[in-house]
């Protein structure tokens, strides 16, 4: 989210990751990436703040519409103001069903940590089921996976994926040790 500022205050902006759902221009990332741009409590837009979503490989600023937002599950789904913008190159991950998941499995996270653009880590699924005990998602219990994979600021919204390329989470926290926790695909 971007808040253009006025002459004596500062411009404000944020960055994240987030992922292509489908071919409408839909994107899935962590509601705590756009926030910033929402008014208190609300769908609406803050006042001069806009969403805007760069793809791989460009330059350019897509508009971005928020759809909906999830606050205690940190999701939210945004869509590109004009869909047919979507590039060719910016096809849809496929989904996975995270109930299967068991600690072994390989999973490979996404996104763009310190601004780096499309950066690819590796590891394990460390655990399933994990309750966070962070209350900045809300505070309820909500199931994710523990990976080794490194996960840093800038990584949150991207996807977790499995051995096959499917989503299995958003990356969304970490923890000091240096672990991330990422929602489980079920959680959606």
């Known amino acids: 989210p971007q808040t253009p500022g006025g002459d004596d205050e500062p411009r404000q902006q944020g960055t994240g990751s987030g992922f292509v759902v489908d071919e409408q221009g839909y994107i899935a990332t962590n509601y705590h990436v756009i926030e910033g741009a929402l008014q208190e409590n609300s769908l609406e837009r803050a006042e001069g703040s806009r969403v ?53 499995q390989k999973t490979i996270a996404i996104g763009n940590p310190f601004g780096l653009e499309s950066t690819v880590t590796t590891g394990i699924v460390s655990a399933t089921n994990r309750r966070t005990p ?55």
Do not use: C, H, W
């Open 52 to 104: 805007t979503v760069v793809f791989p490989g460009g330059n350019e600023e897509y508009e971005a519409t928020i759809v909906g937002v999830n606050a205690l599950y940190d999701l939210a789904l945004l869509q590109l103001e004009n869909p047919d913008d979507l590039p060719e190159t910016a096809r849809p991950l496929a989904l996975a069903d995270s109930d299967g998941l068991r600690a072994g």
């Open 134 to 188: 962070f209350p900045s998602i809300g505070g309820i219990n909500v199931p994710m996976v523990q990976t080794d994979a490194a996960i840093n600021p800038g990584n949150s919204g991207g996807p977790l994926l499995n051995s096959k390329g499917e989503v299995i989470g958003i990356n969304t926290a970490i923890i000091p040790s240096g672990n991330g926790i990422t929602q489980e695909r079920g959680s959606l």
